[in-house]
């Protein structure tokens, strides 16, 4: 049973540009969730994916979007990249879209100059 | 949005101390959960309280809920240099999405 993985792990990007951020869920789990975690703070929840439909998303304006596929994996990406955009992007999984406990990958960290 | 909130923000303790954090949050919830981060890496469940359970125990962790005063607290007893890391907790919003508190930063001194 594989956990969840998330590419890339480090990337630097320039105000402006776009960028997509690839999570695959753990074996059996039908959910993806994403979330921000700036340094020093507590991750926010950016939205969360259920059965390759968007399901819920928190305080981000639209430029934040995200996919998942037939097999679960899930993509974020993010345009027009603003410097405030640097931080940790967690990817969780989990069975079904209920209050359930999060399986996380070891995230993305995303420098924007 | 914030549901959670931590204190306290940071916990220096002694190894072999026990350490407790705390965590208050704003709505009704049907369970919390604790979690821990190690140095900028992915989060590790720890431990789940159900909004009818009023502690739980998992190993070296006590958690306890009380729902009238909104609070929860982690009793991590006995501790190790190990457990130096975040703490965090999450209770479950509106639409039972997970959301999570700003966190406590325990350091374990040898």
Same mark, same amino acid.
């Given at each position: 049973?594989?956990?969840?993985t998330?590419?890339?792990?480090? %990337?630097?990007?320039?105000?402006?540009?776009?960028?997509?951020?690839?999570?695959?869920?753990?074996?059996?789990?039908?959910?993806?969730?994403?979330?921000?975690?700036?340094?020093?703070?507590?991750?926010?929840?950016?939205?969360?994916?259920?059965?390759?439909?968007?399901?819920?998303?928190?305080?981000? &304006?639209?430029?934040?979007?995200?996919?998942?596929? &037939?097999?679960?994996?899930?993509?974020?990406?993010?345009?027009?990249?603003?410097?405030?955009?640097?931080?940790?992007?967690?990817?969780?999984?989990?069975?079904?879209?209920?209050?359930?406990?999060l399986?996380f990958?070891?995230?993305?960290?995303?420098t924007? %100059? | 949005?914030?549901?959670?909130?931590?204190? &306290?923000?940071?916990?220096?303790?002694?190894?072999?101390?026990?350490?407790?954090?705390?965590?208050?949050y704003?709505?009704?919830?049907n369970?919390?959960?604790?979690?821990?981060?190690?140095?900028?890496?992915?989060?590790?469940?720890?431990?789940?309280?159900?909004?009818?359970?009023?502690?739980?125990?998992?190993?070296?962790?006590?958690?306890?809920?009380?729902?009238?005063?909104?609070?929860?607290?982690?009793?991590?007893?006995?501790?190790?240099a190990a457990?130096?890391?975040?703490?965090?907790?999450?209770?479950?919003?509106?639409?039972?999405?997970?959301?999570?508190?700003?966190?406590?930063?325990?350091?374990? %001194? &040898?």
């Amino acid at each position: 049973e594989t956990g969840v993985t998330q590419s890339p792990t480090h %990337l630097i990007k320039t105000r402006g540009q776009q960028v997509t951020l690839r999570c695959s869920s753990q074996s059996g789990h039908n959910t993806v969730s994403w979330y921000q975690q700036a340094l020093g703070q507590g991750p926010q929840f950016i939205f969360q994916y259920y059965r390759e439909e968007e399901n819920g998303r928190g305080n981000f &304006p639209p430029r934040f979007s995200g996919l998942q596929f &037939p097999n679960y994996s899930s993509e974020l990406n993010v345009n027009a990249l603003e410097l405030d955009d640097s931080a940790l992007y967690l990817c969780a999984s989990s069975i079904d879209s209920g209050a359930n406990v999060l399986t996380f990958g070891a995230g993305s960290r995303l420098t924007v %100059l | 949005s914030q549901q959670g909130e931590e204190d &306290p923000q940071a916990l220096s303790i002694q190894e072999g101390e026990n350490a407790t954090m705390n965590c208050s949050y704003k709505t009704s919830i049907n369970n919390l959960q604790w979690y821990r981060q190690n140095s900028g890496r992915g989060l590790v469940h720890l431990i789940l309280i159900r909004s009818n359970e009023r502690e739980k125990h998992s190993g070296r962790l006590r958690v306890t809920l009380d729902t009238s005063k909104k609070s929860s607290s982690l009793l991590i007893t006995a501790s190790r240099a190990a457990d130096t890391a975040s703490y965090f907790c999450a209770t479950d919003a509106q639409d039972d999405k997970i959301i999570f508190g700003k966190g406590t930063r325990l350091h374990i %001194l &040898p």
